[in-house]
């Protein structure tokens, strides 16, 4: 006589597997809170002033250049470079801004170089603005409807360093017809050094 | 006759232990060892444990791209050059340049090192293997390049070096001889990856290979998702060696004065 044997029931096979295809389905169809990993976008244009609560943050100037003229090489385009001057204010202090893209309007993103002087980030003490130029390699394409992307969390994973913390977002004010003429346009810029901000370059001189 | 009702996915089950017992309980230790590996084998039968693994390299060559990773690459030429840009071999040796038009074909930027692991250094063809640059307290960096005070009499030597790893490319544009550490989307970049190649060679092609390269969305050995991994070689051919500065070619332009001159 045995005794403890457990056997193996359809109604106990029913429940298991039931349990196994219900949380599948859970995991599968149920959307996720992703909301809580989401960055803080803060949408502005050329020449704004935006509030990232850890930093001031102003572009500039955006232009187009198919060479890059730095202090110690020149860097040709394999397409068509994007050079955006912004300008950094740190509020709350020591601040490495680390994060640099451009997205365009079919969503692909855009790394700045280091060519020729181009900045690929920047970091300033509270109290006085910081300016730096981001150089971005692009294809033509790429040109109308570009945005962008300026934070002090990295872009990389995903832009896994900018969850939840505030993100700068500008347009660059491209539409598609400039688009045509920036792209044949024969241009060559000169990076500026990373350096403290004059007032009129979105800073205040300390 | 209160189970009866309970039996049914449980029959299975104990008729093949039932079986499997008494086949067992007449054979010796060493029988069932044998059935058991028996047994292994014929599970993985259906696998393709048994299939020959073969090699798909398909063919290479110059002015044909080739799809490798997030990368479209063409083999422009291969040249030797005496220096280029910034890297300046020691005294009797040169570079081996492969001049390439890369394109990366996908939405997001890749690394310069993406590049590099999927075209490896040509073997057998006297290129001074990573050991040597680094007893030689040359710039090792992943695209490091050569210490031009670098002690001449460590040459690489036809044969002997070719035992040792070989370094992975120093990529530099070969309009402009610049670094570029991105390759953006849709973005044709025409490169120039080089190595320093021991002064003895004197061959008129190089055995050419691109990886194949396999992008790993979730790591099962390591904590690292999403990256591209080198896999088997892909493409493979000969190419034939220009005595020629690797930037130069038909689609020059740019302010190629910055390159370093032949």
Redesign the interface.
Known sequence: MRHGRR?????G?ALVVGGVVAGCTLVTYVPQDTGVDEPFIVEGAVGEVLDLTYAELTVTEVRVAD?L?GVA???????TFIVVDASWRATQGETTFVGAEVTDA???????????GCS?LAKAQPGYAWRATYC????R??LDGATVRLARGDQG??HAGQRRDAVAVVDLGISGREADELWQATETVSPQEPGYALASAGGSEG | MKHARNDGPDIAFRLARRVVATVADDMSTMQRVGAGIVAALVAITPFGAWSEVEAHADPLAAGTPVEVGPFEVKVVRVATVDEFAYLVPKPGNHLLGVVAEVTNTGEVPEYRATLGQAIPAPQNVAIVPKAALDELGADTAPDGGADPSADPAASADLGASEEAELPPATILSAKDGTTISVFNPGVTHRVALLWEQGGKWSGRTIPLEVIELEWIEESVVSLDNGYWLPNEVAYHGRIPVDAERPGAGSNQSGPSAEAGQP
């Open positions: 056997r193996i029931t359809w109604k096979t060479t003229a090489e020149a860097a040709a385009a394999g397409g079919r969503g692909r993103r855009f790394w700045p170089t280091d060519q020729a690929i971005f390699d692009v294809p394409d790429a994973e995903e």
